[in-house]
């Protein structure tokens, strides 16, 4: 499909922009244009365009608003060490993005279409690209459910469209260990529910949650299993590794109720690269605390798109708390966060041909 380009009336000012990208932050920064691709049964994805960025009009009875078929992806784009653009892994996200819309009851978008989609916008906002430390254009595909109705069913209607958000690096300062608190009230995902998607369903229930750690003092939640309130799954919305003193890692195995990172796939094989011993098996709360204690556990961390890779230094719940290692950045987590983003920046070996590479 050829994206057609309609560009803004009015964009934002050179100095303007110039003067945004400062300091962008992370997911404030919004770009002038914006990608949009319509789907409708019998008709299939059509009228492709790259367009200004701009409010949307939708009818009150939009199926998304009340029955929440939507879906979404997050990745970056880089500008690379010889002034190129790439995206890291895209076709990693087209697939997952299918995957989600799969569960979803939603029609899968062709890969080519998903890829093209991100490409075009990038290129077009390329002048958007933030030059301090860690920046990036993040990108968010998100699709909707947007045929007007009251009824329980699959839409025959969607939208689908990508942002582009101009960030710094996730923490200022460099990365920090983070403290987590242990939801044993509440939980992510359960077998057969949607887990493994990439919906904002699955974000929305993590916020009470979420909101209960920030307000006992903690940066982020990591949640156990719905089944038996022990095993250890994921983070809000991040993966989490184990370190162990002999230099081997474990984090818990994709078993339909954790988020598939992409991150957490380049981390596993960047490892088994380096010949370590990587365990994708469960992981209860008592072992972790008990593996901290006695000194076997020297290192967490947790890992996404966003963040890249942060470590964990202190971990608490109800009756208890424990500390990790130092309670600092442990040395394969530094590692890790190092040897991914010299990938993703064109700086290091690109053995497995992640970097793909735009204009």
């Not at 002038?32 to 492709?48: E, P, Q, T």
């Not at 998903?114 to 077009?124: A, G, K, Q, Y």
């Not at 069913?153 to 969607?158: D, I, Q, R």
Request: negative net charge; aromatic residues 10%.
């Amino acid at each position: 499909m050829n994206f057609a380009f309609e560009p803004h009336p009015s964009p934002v000012s050179a100095n303007e922009r110039a003067a945004r990208l400062v300091d962008p932050g992370f997911g404030r920064v919004f770009t002038d244009h914006m990608a949009v691709l319509h789907y409708s049964d019998g008709r299939g994805w059509h009228d492709g365009r790259i367009a200004q960025r701009m409010p949307l009009t939708m009818d009150p009875a939009s199926s998304v608003l009340h029955y929440a078929q939507e879906i979404f992806e997050g990745l970056k784009a880089y500008r690379l060490e010889d002034g190129g653009l790439a995206l890291f892994r895209p076709e990693a996200n087209a697939r997952r993005f299918n995957a989600s819309a799969r569960r979803m009851a939603m029609p899968d978008l062709p890969e080519e279409l998903f890829l093209e989609s991100v490409e075009r916008l990038v290129l077009t906002e390329r002048e958007w690209m933030p030059s301090v430390e860690g920046g990036s254009l993040y990108l968010r595909p998100f699709m909707i459910a947007s045929e007007a109705f009251l009824g329980v069913k699959p839409s025959a209607e969607y939208l689908y469209m990508v942002l582009a958000s101009s960030v710094g690096a996730y923490w200022k300062g460099g990365a920090r260990a983070v403290s987590l608190w242990v939801s044993h009230d509440y939980t992510r995902a359960a077998p057969g529910g949607t887990g493994a998607a990439k919906c904002g369903g699955n974000y929305a229930t993590s916020l009470i949650a979420q909101q209960e750690a920030m307000r006992r003092g903690y940066d982020q939640v990591v949640f156990l299993d719905a089944t038996e309130r022990r095993w250890i799954e994921e983070l809000g919305g991040m993966n989490i590794f184990f370190v162990f003193e002999d230099g081997s890692l474990r984090t818990p195995p994709l078993t339909g109720t954790i988020l598939p990172g992409i991150t957490r796939d380049s981390i596993l094989q960047i490892a088994r690269d380096q010949g370590l011993v990587v365990q994708e098996e469960p992981y209860a709360i008592e072992d972790w605390r008990a593996d901290a204690a006695s000194g076997r556990l020297v290192e967490s961390f947790a890992c996404g798109t966003a963040a890249v890779v942060t470590p964990i230094g202190r971990v608490a719940g109800p009756d208890y708390e424990f500390t990790i290692g130092s309670g600092g950045t442990g040395q394969l987590t530094a590692h890790f966060l190092e040897r991914l983003s010299a990938i993703q920046r064109g700086r290091a070996e690109d053995s497995h041909g992640w970097l793909h590479r735009i204009g």
